[in-house]
């Protein structure tokens, strides 16, 4: 069964970048789609964007439109989230997952706090 | 975009006790509603999709119900794990949204 493996916690300045990928392992995506849904400090689930690695589209929410990037590296098995502009409200874990319209399984999430 | 608003925000309850979280959509969303779980410091994890069908590895006590704008997720007999979030989240409409959770503590 696959399971996705994230890469491990940032600390990033206001204004700069940050990229996190997200590799399955024990398997592939095959033809599912992946999203990252990310959780501020204390608070709920808030879905960003998804990608469907072997076609490489890519749909996201409008709020993040224009400042998130999802590629994926399929020969890899790996899919990566590019987050610009950074500000401390982007202070969140970040966890990408399998989508087939719902969630599952989820990779561990990862850490990303933005702090001058 | 479709709003779903989780009710109780808690819900105090005791060990053996029955929980019904309630979660209502701004908009149908059919039958395709999702719950998941959360425990401390781990990722969420899907109990119960499409509605009523629990995922793999959900406990028998976990059942969802509902169709259109309300659905309930119901625990039949609190065990001491359960005591942790658990979310809503619809797959009707782009985007795709979450309720804002409800805590199940120990009463």
Redesign the interface.
């Known amino acids: 069964q696959v399971q996705l493996v994230q890469s491990g916690a940032e600390v990033k300045k206001p204004g700069s970048s940050v990229k996190v990928s997200c590799k399955a392992s024990g398997g592939t995506f095959s033809n599912n789609a992946v999203?990252w849904?990310r959780q501020a400090p204390g608070q709920?689930?808030?879905?960003m964007g998804g990608i469907i690695p072997i076609f490489g589209t890519a749909?996201f929410?409008?709020k993040f439109q224009g400042r998130v990037r999802i590629t994926a590296d399929e020969s890899t098995s790996t899919v990566y989230m590019e987050l610009s502009s950074l500000r401390s409200e982007d202070t969140a874990v970040y966890?990408c997952?399998r989508?087939v319209?719902?969630?599952?399984?989820?990779?561990?999430?990862t850490l990303v706090t933005v702090s001058s | 975009e479709i709003v779903l608003t989780q009710s109780p925000a808690t819900l105090s309850l005791s060990p053996g006790e029955r929980a019904t979280l309630s979660c209502r959509a701004s908009q149908s969303v059919r039958s395709?509603l999702?719950w998941?779980q959360q425990k401390p410091g781990q990722?969420?994890?899907?109990l119960i999709?499409?509605a009523s069908n629990r995922?793999t590895g959900t406990p028998a006590r976990f059942s969802g119900s509902g169709s259109g704008t309300d659905f309930t997720l119901t625990i039949s007999s609190l065990e001491p794990e359960d005591f942790v979030v658990y979310?809503c989240?619809q797959?009707s409409n782009?985007?795709?949204?979450?309720?804002?959770?409800t805590k199940v503590e120990i009463k």
């Open positions: 999203s849904v709920g689930l808030e879905w749909n929410a409008q966890y997952a989508d319209h719902f969630f599952d399984p989820w990779g561990q999430g | 395709y999702a998941y990722a969420p994890r899907l999709y499409d995922a979310y989240q797959r782009w985007p795709w949204t979450f309720g804002q959770g």
